[in-house]
């Protein structure tokens, strides 16, 4: 049997490695991020090479750079929010670094994942799982925000857990892309696509919800 103090440790080590976890993905993202932004801006490399036919649309192509820049900020200010570290110690700065965080998702990054949406890969039913995915990263980020505002800290808590699950899903597309593939089921593009597109945001929140139905938000409220 393990004691209390122990259960606390094991508690501590597995945040800060999660923790640390989230930071070296957000520094793969801004791998990912910097070949489509470095002078001269290729439109011919990785997942552009799938976009020419919508390439040439202005309201596209600045929806694509304006997302991916402001999505990788979301990712790393959103992991952030979750060192208690920060939470408990620096209260002021993980206020501010979340009122950075809202306002790129409900101004900027949701809204330019919106548009994207509507021309994604995947056809139909890509259209609708990203047109999902933006509609409710928008709406858990606007009622974190809503509750925190209230100062109904739990409930904040609880759809800041869900924010970041949609948030995570840049990473976690890539993720099951390169599983479906790695695994070699022999699918078509699109398809492994649309498989991904689903599964990036499903999977995330179904497992940030059993992080929460688990009382993952005690450790956060804890002293």
Known sequence: MTTLKENN??????????????????????????P???????????????KQKVIRFDLWRWSFYIHITSSFFVLLSGATQFSKTILQRYTRLHRNIGK???????????????????????????????????????????????????????EHGRFMFLSYAMTFSAVSLRAFIFLIGWLNFDLQYNTTYLLAAWSSWTFNLLLAGLVIKLGGLDYFFKK
Request: glycine share 8%; proline share 4%.
């Open 9 to 34: 440790l094991i508690t501590k080590i597995g945040c800060f490695v999660l923790w640390i976890g989230l930071l070296f993905f957000c520094y793969l993202m801004f791998n990912v991020t910097i």
């Open 100 to 154: 950075l965080y809202v306002t790129l998702i409900l101004l900027i990054s949701a809204p330019s994942g919106l548009i994207m949406a509507f021309y994604s890969n995947g056809g139909v039913l890509g259209h609708i799982a990203f047109i999902l995915q933006a509609v409710l990263w928008w709406g858990f980020t606007y009622l974190s925000y809503h509750y925190i505002r209230q100062r109904n800290v739990r």
């Open 36 to 50: 489509y932004i470095t002078p001269p801006f290729p439109t011919d490399i990785d997942f552009l090479l799938t």
